[in-house]
């Protein structure tokens, strides 16, 4: 089974703190990603990673950085926060593109609160 | 551009009733590929199936069947015979041959089985 986990299931954090939000997934995947999940917005991919220490931003990178130094893991880190970062973030890791491998598996989402 | 829409924000049903959610998408591109997820209440998004545009085979597996038509532009899911664990927030999401990394995802829609 394909396994990815997320370092918290809820955060709450204050304005100005900086916020590290971890992933890992066991599966051997090149590919990872980070979105955050709104309600009436869906999903949006802040960032994603295809290999080690290489990130390419999403649709929504602003505020946020991201850190992919083992294959396994990927960080994402919110330099000073925002309430406006207040949101659901989900995790995913998928193989590299263009076969029937390449579905994104999702973690179980770390739901982040900024006061 | 590329665009999912998924109309229904959210719907409740018996328990027993058939119900369908709607997907409809956009894109420029001939090959593509479309997916379903579920999100239920635990958070983490749980894959359901994904399609090739070229395959336009209607899929059953169990209570769950996928109508693609792409005349339409339409990936339409239905669950036969509702059951209370069906209740979840189900997205329906595509990505591009020319970029399979992303996934661009719908609003999903909001299912409630009551018993």
């Known amino acids: 089974d394909v396994k990815v986990t997320q370092s918290s299931r809820y955060l709450v954090k204050r304005t100005g703190e900086k916020v590290f939000l971890e992933c890992v997934q066991d599966?051997?995947?090149?590919?990872m990603f980070w979105y955050r999940q709104d309600p009436g917005l869906g999903l949006r991919l802040i960032y994603f990673?295809?290999?080690?220490?290489?990130?390419e931003k999403g649709d929504i990178p602003e505020g946020y950085s991201v850190s992919r130094e083992k294959k396994e893991r990927f960080s994402l880190i919110l330099e000073s926060a925002s309430t406006n970062q207040t949101s659901m973030y989900l995790c995913a890791s998928s193989f590299p593109a263009g076969g029937p491998t390449d579905t994104q598996y999702f973690g179980p989402g770390t739901r982040l609160t900024v006061l | 551009a590329q665009k999912v829409t998924q109309a229904q924000t959210e719907i409740s049903v018996v328990e027993k009733e058939d119900v369908t959610l709607d997907c409809v998408y956009e894109t420029r591109d001939t090959t593509y590929y479309l997916f379903w997820y579920k999100q239920p209440p635990s958070g983490e998004l749980v894959f359901l199936i994904r399609?090739?545009?070229?395959?336009?085979q209607n899929e059953i597996s169990g209570r769950y069947s996928w109508n693609f038509q792409k005349s339409t532009s339409s990936f339409n899911f239905t669950i036969t015979a509702s059951q209370v664990v069906d209740s979840a927030v189900y997205f329906c999401a595509l990505s591009e041959a020319r970029n399979t990394d992303k996934l661009i995802f719908g609003t999903g829609t909001r299912l409630q089985v009551f018993p």
């Open positions: 599966m051997d995947h090149e590919n």
């Open positions: 990673s295809y290999d080690v220490k290489m990130k």
């Open positions: 399609r090739n545009s070229f395959d336009e």
